[in-house]
């Protein structure tokens, strides 16, 4: 990386918030070695997002790893730069946030059986327009974001770290990414592969009027994901655990009576299915309208001086025309945008609303449209909140849930207006509206996903000195080769697993099926809507919940600093236990981390927290090998199971002695929080 050492070495000599590379100084970003990397990232990176956005309803920021690997890599090229590192990690990063709006929204035509399995060429039409309207929305937004100072962009900031360590050949770095996902892989191969360890253990006792118990998730990547999300999130989600399970079950059990003839843990389970499910939801619903209000003013302010800049740049007064200043010019973001539609009507005419539904030509084409103007319109709404918020606390802990929820419940509102001049049945209107909602929210969804992780690429991109036009064509080709992998991908997670309680064929195993909360969510609130068939009940006690949790979270913010978001106590009560509570682990481990951390080194004195920040890296690296790894693996297993269409294909242990694989699982587990702990705590 010779060729720019001198640039760099000039921004740490000014000591500025200046770029990396500065405006005057142009060189080699989109290369062609650039792209093949790109590309081969980009399509691991998905493949493993999608595993974990199925699992569990999230995903990890591919970005971090992307920097690494491509940071390795590229320093085997002589003259490589970090400007072509960011161009990578950009592209990778696509893969995942794409497949996350993707795998959070279209299951749920599976799970409401309007689909059979993922047609390869609408899932592709369905990303390429989703992915690239979320490119083009935040066009407009970059420079306003971007200068507004009191958004932090706390993942972008990590990133150029990383880019920065790539020109200093840092090994430490790679190193920690890579045996993580070691690590990861292998746990994850026994516990879903050769099940000689397992990923849940499940303790239920019943007694004469009621049931309770509890139980554990010991996946290596949800264990990482929380040591990632942190303390507060961790909380969020045991506030939820002891709601919904510790207390919501007994309670439930005994208020609705069960069944004697039912085990313990069958009997856990369906009322966790039946009631608490709806508890949940409730709380998130409430969560995702208060983020709406939170956020209502910094947006609409946010909004205004985009508006403003755009306003300048067509009366001619140009700012100045810097490298670093020059964004895909506006006028061809517009016309892409009005182009979209075109396709975007055809998918949710011809697509989307099956030719089963009886309803008139000239009715199709009208909720079409008008589906088509909310997607443009509600859909860049929320991509600009969701922006924000990216910016505000970054793209890991953006609630996109809340915010796909909120927009989903605006256009079913809307869909309810226009049905209630119709004189068709209760039943029509049901499979009408929710299929065409859940339709509509596919594309918002992509989109939303892509406005999270694009902002916070874009912020890299400004502090490395990146040009802003070639950032955003490398985005868009992101979406191009991310939108074509992600259907196969799909429909082999969905052959091996099943997915939110549908399955491809009989006699799989319930156990290892992918719940797709985020998309069981969108097609509970989508049918609750229109047909009122809903638990009201529990789903007004979650509403309840909710206000109590915002209360409490604002008095925490304002006198104790810390928080409580609402929409983590809901996804806790809406999560299954194997799910949350490995999460709760990883965020108490990274606590005990810190604190231990604090105690040894005395903070605010600048070489100390130069060795915090050293540690707190590694953490954060070590923690995104074992996601990437366990995830990867997930996928790759995938394969034999689905060849050979049974999860038990790479069995080792019989099953009658799956009780002593938990018990080993808890043991593994332990160890993998102690090897984390002490790979952490190694002082170099």
């Known amino acids: 990386m ?60 591919a970005s971090i790893p992307a920097a690494v690997i491509s940071m390795g890599i590229l320093r085997f090229f002589k003259n490589s730069n970090i400007l072509e590192n960011t161009m990578v990690q950009i592209m ?65 900031v990590a990133i150029g770290n990383v880019l920065k360590a790539s020109a200093n050949r840092e090994k430490g770095d790679l190193n920690s990414l890579m045996a993580g996902g070691v ?32 139980g554990l998730g010991l996946s290596p990547a949800l264990i990482a994901a929380g040591y990632i999300v942190g303390i507060n999130v961790a909380l969020s989600l045991l506030v939820g655990i002891i709601i919904g399970w510790l207390a919501g079950i007994p ?36 969560g995702g309208l208060w983020t709406l209000c939170t956020l209502f003013k910094p947006v609409v302010t946010s909004m205004a001086t985009s508006f403003s800049t755009l306003r ?64 443009l319109i509600g859909g860049f709404v929320f991509c600009s909140i969701m922006a924000y918020f990216a910016g505000l606390i970054g793209s890991t802990n953006s609630p996109v849930s809340g915010l796909l929820v909120s927009a989903l419940l605006v256009i079913c509102l809307l869909f309810m207006a226009f049905f209630s001049l119709t004189d ?4 029509t209107k049901q499979m009408i509206g929710s299929v065409v909602a859940i ?19 874009l912020k890299v991109g400004e502090i490395v000195g990146a040009t802003p036009w070639k950032q955003q064509v490398m985005l868009i080709l992101g979406v191009v080769v991310s939108a074509f992998v992600i259907p196969p991908i799909l429909q082999l997670l969905y052959n091996a697993y099943g997915i939110g309680g549908v399955f491809p064929r009989p006699g799989m195993n319930p156990a290892q099926m992918l719940a797709a909360p985020q998309a069981g969510l969108m097609a509970t609130v989508a049918q609750g809507a229109f047909s009122h068939a809903l638990e009201w009940s529990m789903i007004g006690a979650g509403a309840v919940i909710a206000v109590f949790c915002i209360i409490i979270d604002e008095i925490l913010k304002n ?126």
């Open 2 to 61: 010779s060729n720019q050492l001198n640039p760099e070495t000039q921004s740490k000599e000014r000591g500025d918030d200046s770029p990396i590379i500065p405006a005057h100084v142009s060189l080699p970003e989109i290369t062609c070695r650039v792209i093949v990397l790109g590309f081969i990232l980009t399509v691991i990176l998905a493949a493993a997002n999608a595993y974990l956005g199925l699992k569990v309803g999230s995903t990890v920021s």
């Open 92 to 156: 990778a990063s696509v893969g995942e946030s794409l497949t996350a709006g993707i795998a959070y929204i279209l299951p749920a035509l599976i799970i409401l059986h309007v689909w059979d399995s993922f047609n390869y060429w609408q899932t592709v039409v369905t990303g390429l327009l989703g992915g690239g309207l979320g490119v083009l929305f935040t066009i407009p937004l970059r420079r306003a974001l971007l200068q507004d100072k009191t958004l932090r962009y706390p993942e972008a």
């Open 183 to 214: 690590v990861g892989g292998v746990i994850a191969l026994f516990q879903t592969g050769f099940q000689i360890l397992t990923d849940s253990f499940q303790y239920w006792v019943k007694t004469p009027v009621t049931v309770f118990g509890f």
């Open 251 to 286: 309670f439930l059990t005994w208020l609705y009576g069960m069944s004697p003839t039912d085990s313990a843990g069958d009997i856990a389970m369906m009322v966790w299915r039946n009631h608490i499910r709806y508890l949940g939801v409730g709380t998130m619903l409430i």
């Open 312 to 375: 300048e740049i067509r009366l001619g007064k140009r700012p100045e025309n810097l490298r670093t200043e020059r964004d895909i010019p506006i006028h061809y973001v517009f016309i892409s945008a009005a182009l979209l539609l075109i396709p975007i009507f055809w998918l949710i005419s011809s697509t989307i609303i099956p030719n089963t539904f009886n309803i008139s030509p000239g009715f199709r084409y009208f909720i079409s449209a008008f589906s088509t103007i909310y997607i």
């Open 424 to 427: 068709w049945s209760a039943e």
């Open 439 to 457: 339709g509509s929210m596919v594309v918002i969804s992509a989109a939303l996903a892509i406005s999270n992780d694009t902002m916070q690429d």
């Open 559 to 684: 006198r104790f600093g810390t928080r409580l978001p609402v929409l983590a106590v809901g996804l806790g009560i809406y999560l299954p236990l194997d799910a949350s509570v490995p999460v709760v682990i990883g965020g108490v481990l990274a606590y005990i981390i810190q604190h231990r951390l604090n105690k040894i080194y005395h903070r605010g004195q600048v070489e100390s927290e130069i060795k915090v920040n050293a540690h707190r890296h590694r953490g954060l690296l070590l923690s995104c090998g074992i996601v990437a790894g366990a995830s990867l693996m997930g996928v790759l297993i995938a394969i034999p199971f689905a060849l050979k269409e049974s999860t038990d294909a790479l069995r080792l242990m019989p099953k009658e002695y799956m009780s002593f694989a938990g018990i080993l699982s808890i043991f593994v587990t332990a160890l993998l929080c102690a090897w984390i702990y002490r790979v952490v705590m190694r002082r170099d």
